[in-house]
């Protein structure tokens, strides 16, 4: 059990005795409305001079006691010089309050103001409201005590009066001159004990003014504000104009520091109770940061953070909705009610003030300007469907709309497009919209395509052909992987593909060739992948594309597309293509109706058919007129076995049942 100290013992003997004394419950002085700010404990400071006149402090405190303890007595402040030896009352700083300690009621009363002195105030101060008056010692009833000595309690006192017929109160000058907190205002209290404010406010310029809890005065060089929260705090200079230009304590609250300096030296800033600062440097002037701003502006370290000062004070934005502030390494704060305060800095800043800021195709930010997962870029989202990307090689790149949404679902720069490598832009023609990517891919979209993407060798050939202004159109779908595997395609809108496998490269089909081997089973039936792009024939007069699987596709106005497979084809190509004398073919490559061989018909009244047996074989006009006449493979001639040759009458033909000659009479056909 903690020992009592002597104070503790006999300010509780006093209390027990006090409880027995009847008549009125005592009540002790007025404790006024105190800031933070307190006084420490009075040193001693005896007489040093006489001048004995009462002062303000001691006659106050007079008043004050006597007011409260009815039927004590005074027994006066002043002694004359010549009176004794040294006390402070030859300086007017000490009262001998008439008690009697063998007066039930007295002694209580004089117990009463002892344990109001002496108590611990709500913040935790000790002896607070000796402190606050600037009671330096009292002597009462063979007892002590005294300030500088404090924590030593109620000693016994030996000096010639033994003071039970009155309580002795020795007073500091601050106490005896009524310069302490319990008499002034929190704002000249804190005025008055501290000369460091006293320096930089200068004298008092006005009365001081209320609302409320707020208390303020005017000083030459600023003003000092209170409330019983924040203590009495300083404002000065141009952080004090601008305070008050955004409307004061009703607008930002009232200070919770004085005026400091910044970490690095070059500002100075005011914190007040609104979630709201004023931060000055010479280069920025003095700037009001409010609300939501600041608050991400402390959350990424204040000036010292990658925002740097406030140039500008938290501003509505114009259409009203937003709020922002501007800083000096290139970057701002927006704020509105849907998105909370969101960072845009360095390079996605200066893009997005360049695109028109908030009211641009961008909208305002909802993410801050974020690092990517890869750590190349930087990156900021944005209300109206819209991000700006940034690398060091591409810069800061916007995509909007339909594309940002094809791109985001992909998976953004760590999927199969990379960066953006230029901005959201509309193509020459008006119809659509597209961004370049860095993996070597475009997104493009039109209002009846979508957007669409094109990689890699894909988009190579694409470009190459004109991009949407040449012969393909718009990418209809993205860039795919064919059912095999072996390769990927892009539809577009004109009636064209292209499509790429690691061995044919990226080609193009078009049009009716397109539409021909799209019936055909695309590269899963009989022609396989192109292995050239759509060419125009040597004389002009039609188109045709080669195909992995031995096959062609060509066509003319007249002809349409036909197929030509396999060892056809290779007979129609050793025979000169459509320039040698079978011309154009007029039919696919067809099985026979007997099924055993195969055949295409051509424009120059010929034909080449097939079969395993004979190998592929050449029909000329007038041979193939008498052949068919005689009922084609089904007649008695049966399928070629031999292209057409000289003999010494004509030219000849041979077949599994005969020949068929050509001579000047005609072409006459005779059996084995």
Not at 41 to 65: E, F, I, N
Not at 353 to 370: F, H, I, N, Q, R
Not at 389 to 418: D, K, M, N, V
């Amino acid at each position: 059990m903690p020992r009592r100290s002597a104070r503790v013992t006999w300010l509780l003997a006093a209390v027990t005795a006090a409880a027995a004394v009847t008549g009125p419950a005592l009540a002790a002085p007025p404790t006024p409305v105190f800031g933070s700010f307190i006084e420490g404990l009075a040193s001693y400071d005896g007489q040093d001079t006489c001048s004995p006149t009462a002062k303000a402090g001691t006659v106050a405190l007079r008043s004050l006691v006597l007011a409260t303890y009815r039927g004590t007595g005074d027994y006066g402040i002043v002694r004359a010089c010549s009176v004794g030896g040294m006390s402070e009352h030859k300086e007017g700083r000490a009262w001998d309050w008439k008690v009697n300690a063998y007066d039930p009621a007295q002694d209580a009363a004089a117990r009463d103001l002892f344990q109001w002195l002496l108590a611990t105030d709500s913040r935790g101060n000790r002896y607070a409201l000796a402190r606050r008056l600037g009671i330096m010692y009292m002597i009462y009833n063979r007892h002590m005590w005294s300030a500088y000595n404090a924590d030593a309690g109620w000693r016994p006192y030996t000096g010639a009066n033994p003071h039970t017929d009155h309580v002795h109160v020795s007073l500091s000058w601050p106490g005896a001159n009524k310069t302490t907190s319990y008499w002034l205002s929190p704002l000249d209290s804190r005025y008055t004990s501290d000369a460091g404010v006293r320096a930089a406010l200068g004298a008092a310029t006005g009365a001081e003014q209320f609302d409320g809890d707020v208390r303020w005065r005017a000083y030459e060089r600023g003003r000092m504000y209170w409330t019983p929260s924040t203590g009495a705090r300083y404002l000065l200079g141009p952080l004090l104009e601008s305070y008050l230009r955004a409307g004061g304590h009703r607008e930002l609250g009232v200070p919770v520091i004085d005026e400091l300096v910044t970490p690095d030296g070059t500002g100075r800033y005011n914190h007040f109770t609104k979630n709201a600062s004023v931060y000055w440097t010479d280069s920025t002037g003095a700037r009001t940061v409010l609300g939501p701003l600041r608050q991400a502006w402390a959350a990424s370290g204040w000036e010292t953070g990658p925002l740097g000062y406030p140039t500008t004070d938290s501003t509505a934005t114009p259409d009203g909705t937003g709020r922002y502030n501007h800083f000096t390494k290139n970057a701002s704060v927006y704020w509105t009610d849907s998105t909370g305060a969101r960072t845009v800095l360095g390079p996605l800043r200066q893009a997005w003030a360049a695109s028109g800021w908030e009211t641009g195709p961008l909208g305002y930010p909802t993410t801050d300007s974020t690092a990517t997962p890869d750590g190349t870029g930087r990156y900021n989202h944005f209300t109206k469907n819209a991000s700006l990307y940034w690398t060091p090689t591409t810069g800061a790149r916007s995509i909007l709309g339909p594309l940002r949404q094809a791109w985001a679902a992909s998976g953004w720069e760590t999927g199969p497009l990379g960066y953006p490598s230029t901005d959201t832009t509309a193509t020459p023609d008006g119809t659509g919209r597209y961004n370049h990517f860095t993996k070597n891919a475009s997104l493009y979209w039109t209002p009846t395509t979508g957007a669409r993407s094109i990689l890699g060798p894909l988009r190579q050939a694409w470009a190459a052909s004109g991009w949407e202004t040449g012969p393909l159109g718009y990418p209809s779908t993205d860039t795919t992987a064919t059912p095999d595997g072996t390769g990927r395609y892009n539809h577009f809108t004109k009636n064209a593909s292209l499509y790429w496998t690691p061995t044919t490269g990226a080609r193009s089909i078009l049009g009716p060739l397109r539409q021909a081997w799209a019936a055909s089973g695309w590269e899963t039936g009989p022609l396989g992948y192109p292995s050239t792009d759509t060419t125009a024939t040597p004389d002009g007069t039609g188109r045709y594309n080669h195909f992995t699987k031995n096959a062609s596709l060509y066509w003319t106005p007249t002809t349409g597309a036909r197929s030509i497979l396999g060892p056809l084809r290779q007979a129609w190509a050793a025979s000169g293509w459509e320039t040698g004398p079978l011309g154009y073919p007029t039919t696919d490559s067809t099985a026979t109706p007997d099924g055993t061989g195969r055949y295409n018909h051509f424009t120059k009244n010929a034909s080449l058919y097939w079969t395993p047996t004979t190998g592929a074989r050449s029909i000329l006009a007038p041979t193939r007129d008498r052949w068919a006449q005689l009922g084609w493979e089904r007649g008695y001639l049966g399928y070629p076995t031999s292209n057409e040759y000289a003999v010494s009458d004509g030219r000849r033909t041979d077949f599994v049942g005969g020949t068929i000659t050509v001579t000047a009479r005609g072409a006459v056909d005779a059996p084995r």
